[in-house]
């Protein structure tokens, strides 16, 4: 909102990420989404989520609060997150990716679109970047 109304110019926001902690929605996550509470053109709501039910909870509330788009975060690094197969986390476990995108389709009047990291471990992207530089 407040980049909005200072800067705009910019046709899509998306809201922080909701999740589920301790079996329920994080009331700030709640407040974050609420159409209410947004003035901004075209928003987006994100999700983050290890398991199909908790996924199922937060599309089901952006379906009730009026989103017919969506943004799946496969990208965030946080390790309490990573650690719990959530956000860049579930990246090595490409069974719970497929499960996830299979899951989705049972919404076809939604729009999902993802955000997601290239790689997994530092390490691995260090090393591939000193490699090509050693190659060039």
């Not at 076809?108 to 790689?119: A, H, N, Q, T, Y």
Request: glycine share 6%; with cysteine.
């Amino acid at each position: 909102n407040a980049h909005a109304a200072v800067f705009g110019g910019v046709d899509v926001y998306h809201t922080p990420f909701v999740r589920i902690d301790r079996g329920e929605f994080r009331h700030k996550d709640v407040r974050d989404i609420l159409p209410e509470n947004n003035r901004v053109p075209h928003l987006i709501p994100q999700l983050i989520a290890s398991e199909m039910d908790k996924t199922e909870r937060i599309i089901a509330l952006f379906i009730e609060q009026g989103y017919r788009e969506m943004d799946i975060n496969l990208g965030c690094p946080f390790p309490m997150l990573a650690k719990r197969q959530c956000g860049s986390g579930m990246l090595p476990h490409p069974d719970k990716v497929e499960t996830l995108l299979k899951q989705i389709e049972q919404y076809p009047d939604v729009s999902f679109s993802v955000k997601m990291r290239l790689g997994w471990a530092l390490a691995e992207a260090k090393s591939s970047s000193r490699a090509a530089r050693a190659d060039a």
